[in-house]
């Protein structure tokens, strides 16, 4: 099992230590870069693929560096729209 599939399988469990640095990793896995749209975009990034339309929007978590539960909700949805992760599969991993 690769590094990334580790990282995504510990991600579906909803770690409430997941960081900031960790999401960026998974993200980029699937062509998403972080964004800052300029100087007063605050701690608003969005991950974008030049590839495609979609994109994700958080807020960067402060004054820590760990996400909250509604940021990682967010992140599944998204990944479930992109086609990573399979609504069956989640509800498995939620289940053991």
């Known amino acids: 099992m690769s590094k ?6 510990r991600f ?11 999401l960026k990793t998974l993200l980029r896995k699937y062509g998403y870069e972080p ?3 300029g100087k007063t ?7 974008e693929n030049t590839e495609s339309n979609m994109a994700l929007n958080l807020h960067k978590p402060h004054p820590r560096n760990i996400l909250k539960p509604y940021q990682l909700k967010d992140t599944v949805d998204f990944l479930r ?3 990573v992760v399979a ?9 053991d």
Do not use: A, C
């Not at 990334?4 to 399988?9: A, G, R």
């Open 4 to 9: 990334h599939e580790k990282l995504l399988l």
């Open 41 to 47: 975009s605050g701690s608003r990034v969005e991950f």
């Open 81 to 83: 729209k992109i086609g």
């Open 12 to 22: 579906l469990t909803f770690p409430k230590d997941f960081t900031w640095e960790e």
């Open 35 to 37: 964004n800052n749209k």
């Open 87 to 95: 609504q069956k599969n989640e509800e498995s991993k939620s289940n």
